[in-house]
């Protein structure tokens, strides 16, 4: 098993920037990668980018790709999520998630932090 909670979320102005982040515990010895996703409201879950444990190797959607950045701190088993020239259109519950099979799917998900974002 492996818990993860996000934190980081709050209220910004349109063109401001947060730093998501997500505290994994558990048997994190297990982790393939971790990803972040968001969910607005009457929306379906979007993935935002993905982030391999042992290596450098990271993955954008399109919509956030050049906007936002996905890290990690393998020393504090943390994924940090920079988002940048944020849009109203940003507003959602954004997740972590873990991927522990290396298939693809995440097999374990955080509670989520909100975010908004005012115009």
């Known amino acids: 098993q492996v818990q993860l909670v996000e934190s980081g979320g709050g209220l910004v102005q349109a063109g401001g920037s947060l730093r998501l982040s997500c505290a994994a515990s558990?048997?994190?010895?297990?982790?393939?990668?971790m990803g972040w996703f968001r969910r607005a409201p009457g929306q379906e879950r979007e993935f935002l980018a993905d982030?391999?444990?042992?290596?450098?190797?990271?993955y954008y959607a399109d919509s956030v790709k050049g906007r936002f950045t996905i890290s990690r701190d393998n020393a504090k088993n943390t994924v940090y999520l920079q988002m940048n020239s944020l849009k109203p259109e940003d507003t959602a519950v954004y997740s972590c998630?873990?991927?522990?099979?290396?298939?693809?799917?995440?097999?374990?998900w955080g509670q989520g932090t909100q975010v908004a974002v005012s115009s």
């Open positions: 558990g048997r994190t010895f297990t982790l393939f990668s």
């Open positions: 982030v391999r444990w042992s290596s450098d190797n990271t």
């Open positions: 998630a873990a991927d522990i099979a290396a298939n693809g799917k995440y097999d374990f």
